[in-house]
């Protein structure tokens, strides 16, 4: 199985928004509701952002949001803070197993 | 608070096999979650590995399937991976979790093995 696909890098200044996207294929993200969104420091384990496509856990600020059309879901941060600068790894679930993107590094400048 | 630890040898010889034990605190192994690998090669991103379920049901990736191995000791709350035929590509950064549906809820802190010739 391929990872799924995600740009290396997207930056962006304080209080601005970015969109972080993730592309998979009908096999992955086209067919399950099932995709989660993981942020993660250098050194670091994986913080769960989202889940299931759109859903927040308890204490994940309300700027953060998810979505999901066809192949693709993206990862949506308004209101850009400079702790919000990390590595950020979609995953999906792919019928037995899960995948993960390559991740994509946010700069806040 | 969930926690989870992992443990287990920080080198591997080339062709052996990789051992880790995942400790579990704050949930019971035997809970309705199911409990999972994921690993990380330095520099690079997240590779998921595979999970199981307390009654010894697992899921793998097909491209590991073949070499992973994986268990549960209930009475002593934690789960295990073993990865055989290692070599230097499964030097990483081995993390365990707790999958909380379709996701990895609560993470280990993880643990450098790398694999040695």
């Known amino acids: 199985q391929s990872a799924l696909t995600q740009s290396r890098s997207v930056s962006g200044s304080p209080g601005q928004s970015v969109t972080i996207s993730c592309t998979g294929t009908?096999?992955?993200?086209?067919?399950?509701?099932?995709v989660s969104w993981y942020k993660q420091h250098p050194g670091k384990a994986p913080k769960l952002m989202i889940y299931?496509?759109?859903k927040r856990p308890s204490g994940v600020p309300d700027r953060f949001s998810g979505s999901k059309s066809g192949n693709t879901a993206s990862l949506s941060i308004s209101g850009l803070q400079a702790e919000d600068e990390a590595d950020y790894y979609c995953?999906?679930?792919?019928?037995?197993?899960?995948?993960f993107g390559g991740g994509t590094k946010l700069t806040v400048l | 608070q969930v926690q989870l630890q992992e443990s287990g040898p920080g080198l591997v010889k080339s062709s052996g096999t990789l051992s880790l034990t995942c400790a579990v605190s704050?949930?019971?192994?035997?809970?309705?979650?199911?409990w999972s690998w994921v690993r990380q090669p330095p520099g690079k991103g997240l590779e998921w590995i595979g999970e199981?379920?307390?009654?010894?049901?697992?899921n793998c990736s097909p491209s590991l399937k073949s070499r992973v191995t994986m268990s549960v000791d209930k009475s002593k709350n934690q789960f295990s991976l073993n990865l055989s035929s290692v070599t230097a590509a499964d030097t990483a950064v081995y993390y365990c979790?707790?999958?909380?549906?379709?996701?990895?809820?609560?993470w280990g802190q993880g643990t450098l093995v790398t694999v040695s010739s």
């Open positions: 979790a707790r999958r909380g549906g379709y996701f990895e809820d609560y």
């Open positions: 704050g949930d019971s192994i035997t809970s309705t979650n199911w």
């Open positions: 199981i379920y307390h009654r010894g049901t697992t």
């Open positions: 009908s096999s992955d993200v086209g067919s399950y509701s099932y």
């Open positions: 299931d496509v759109n």
């Open positions: 995953s999906s679930y792919a019928g037995t197993f899960t995948v």
